[in-house]
């Protein structure tokens, strides 16, 4: 098959499981989306390093020390501002 056409296929496989994980998230209650957040942030802060290294390694842009900081700005520094907020249900 052309790779173009697997790579579209690929594609809208994928939205379809988006979606559904998407309608799965509608689903859970404050306490589920803030253990998942959590863990988001604790395991992004964890690879910010890694992460930083293998962008600097990929795009040949920046440095991995700024970008360790940015990654760890967008995980640990971002939920601790918004770990309060009300996300589910009627905001406001």
């Known amino acids: ?8 296929q690929e594609v809208r496989d994928l939205i379809g499981q988006a979606r559904g994980a998407q ?11 803030d253990r998942i ?7 992004g802060s964890a690879a910010a390093g890694e992460l930083a ?3 600097v390694e990929e795009t040949g842009m920046g440095n ?4 360790t900081i940015k990654n760890l ?5 971002l939920w601790d501002a918004i770990r309060d907020l009300k996300t589910v249900g009627v905001i406001a």
């Open 73 to 77: 700005f967008n995980t640990i520094d």
């Open 53 to 55: 290294r293998l962008a």
């Open 37 to 43: 957040c959590a863990a988001m942030a604790q395991a």
């Open 23 to 33: 309608a799965q998230l509608a689903k859970l209650n404050q306490e589920q989306v």
């Open 1 to 8: 098959m052309d790779r173009d056409l697997l790579a579209l």
């Open 64 to 67: 991995i020390p700024h970008k």
